[in-house]
Every structure is written in C-alpha cells, then in structure tokens.
T-cell receptor
Framework: QKEVEQNSGPLSVPEGAIASLNCTYS??????FFWYRQYSGKSPELIMS????GDKEDGRFTAQLNKASQYVSLLIRDSQPSDSATYLC?????????????FGKGTLLTVNP | GAGVSQSPRYKVAKRGQDVALRCDPI?????LFWYQQALGQGPEFLTY????????KSGLPSDRFFAERPEGSVSTLKIQRTQQEDSAVYLC????????????FGSGTRLTVV
C-alpha cells in the first residue's frame, strides 16, 4: 500500500462547479496534511494546510480531514479554468522527521470553460 | 533574489556522465531540501540541510548521489555516472525553519539521461 494515495484522474469539471479531490494515507500517526497545486512545468505551490479533524476554509478552497478514516480532501468551489493543474496531497508522517513531506502522485484537474 | 533559484533549468546528460545541479535558496533561509520528481509522480524527498549540516540523506537513492552546502547557502546536488532512471525533475526548497509550512520550491532542474 502506498503511503499517500490519490486518484490520478484526470478529473474534469465545468467552470463554476465544485471540484472534489481526495487523498488517503497509510500512516495512522501522520500529523500534518498539505495540498499543493502544480501547473504543468512549474514547481509545487502550497495552497492549504490542515492539522486537526474537520474543515478548514480559505477563499474558494476547503480542506477536510478525517483522521479516523485516514482521509483528506480538497474542495474547490466555483472552479475556474485557471484552477486546471495537478493537485498534490502531502503528509508529515509520525516520528522525528517533521520536515519531510511524503507526497501522493497527484490528481490532474481540468476545468472546462 | 526573491525566490529559490535553480540552475540549469534543463540538463541533458549522456549515460555515465557526471552532473551537478545548483540551488540558491532564499536569503536567510536556514533549511534546504532536495526532492526528486519523476514524470507523473509526486516529489520524493532526497535530503535535508540545516545551514551547512546535512541532517538527513535517507532519500538519496544510491551512493552515486551526493549533496553539499558548504557555506550554509548555495547547495549542489551531484549525480555521478548518471543512469536513465535518474531522469527526473530535481526540486530544491528552502524555508526559514525546518518544517514544510514555509517551504518555497524552486522551478526545478529537468534532467534527461540519454
């Protein structure tokens, strides 16, 4: 089982719709969770972080964490064509390496005008 | 500069050639990280520096990979006797502290081994 799993997609949604991106992780002791956006040929850019169960909202983005189910999600409301990118889920696992991110493969999102 | 600078932006190496990839972090950033991103994959951790000290090199895939940061600023990732499986984008990130909350990634170096 991979440490961080994401559906590779592509996920295609119409402009204005809600895009839902999902991620599961295997290390039950994982502490911190991040969503990065990566445009083609560019470097990852942090868009959300979440550390405790529940929802965290920032503008059009909402991150959801359920530690019991080992599940993290990212909702993008009112999706725009400029949101088209690969979304990477990353976690900090339990133990002493609190600087080390473990990434999933990413989900390619396409928002159609 | 304002961001993390990496050079070269692209590198084509013949199999067996040695390469050196450079990372110039944001001024004042104590922590520096190298990640490897293969095509269609997420980045994978290679190594971590705090100032000039290499605190974690557990992700380096083989002894052909070597990283240094001798003065606590610029870092170089060296790959000896390159193999085709080394083809990837090599990402450098820096942060003020040793945690990912303030990571800033550079644009990466795309290495192609032919």
């Amino acid at each position: 089982q991979k440490e961080v799993e994401q559906n590779s997609g592509p996920l295609s949604v119409p402009e204005g719709a809600i895009a839902s991106l999902n991620c599961t992780y295997s290390d039950r002791g994982s502490q911190s969770f991040f969503w990065y956006r990566q445009y083609s040929g560019k470097s990852p850019e942090l868009i959300m972080s979440i550390y405790s169960n529940g929802d965290k909202e920032d503008g059009r983005f909402t991150a959801q964490l359920n530690k019991a189910s080992q599940y993290v999600s990212l909702l993008i409301r009112d999706s725009q064509p400029s949101d088209s990118a690969t979304y990477l889920c990353a976690v900090i696992r339990s133990g002493g390496s609190n600087y080390k991110l473990t990434f999933g493969k990413g989900t390619l999102l396409t928002v159609n005008p | 500069g304002a961001g993390v600078s990496q050079s070269p932006r692209y590198k084509v190496a013949k199999r067996g050639q040695d390469v050196a990839l450079r990372c110039d972090p944001i001024s004042g950033h104590v922590s520096l990280f190298w990640y490897q991103q293969a095509l269609g994959q997420g980045p994978e951790f290679l190594t971590y520096f705090q100032n000039e000290a290499q605190l974690d090199k557990s992700g380096l895939p083989s002894d052909r990979f070597f990283a240094e940061r001798p003065e606590g600023s610029v870092s170089t990732l060296k790959i000896q006797r390159t193999q085709q499986e080394d083809s990837a984008v090599y990402l450098c990130a820096s942060s003020v502290r040793g945690n990912p909350y303030g990571y800033t990634f550079g644009s990466g170096t795309r290495l192609t081994v032919v």
